[in-house]
């Protein structure tokens, strides 16, 4: 399986992230402390493995205050 596209929105930490993934070998992320890093991976790996394949997966993966949230890849 290859990821071509990945997009994130009021999940975890995540307002809203998009990565385009098509073409390319390697993609770094990078960024200050706080910016919402992981939860971005944290989201992409719920999005491909969901409760099953995460011994951490969060009880609510929603983003604090937000009614609905979504993430696809």
């Known amino acids: 399986m290859q990821v071509l596209k990945y997009e ?3 999940v975890l930490g ?3 992230v998009k990565f385009d993934l ?3 070998h390697l993609f770094l992320v990078g ?3 706080g910016q919402g890093k992981t ?3 944290t989201a992409l790996v719920m999005a491909l ?3 099953s394949g995460m011994s951490d997966y ?3 993966a929603l983003r604090k205050g937000e ?3 979504r993430y696809l890849s």
Do not use: F, Q, W, Y
């Open 8 to 10: 994130a929105h009021n």
């Open 14 to 16: 995540v307002k809203d």
């Open 22 to 24: 098509a073409g390319r």
């Open 31 to 33: 960024g200050k402390n």
């Open 39 to 41: 939860s971005a991976l």
């Open 49 to 51: 493995a969901g409760k």
């Open 58 to 60: 969060p009880e609510i």
């Open 67 to 69: 009614k609905k949230g």
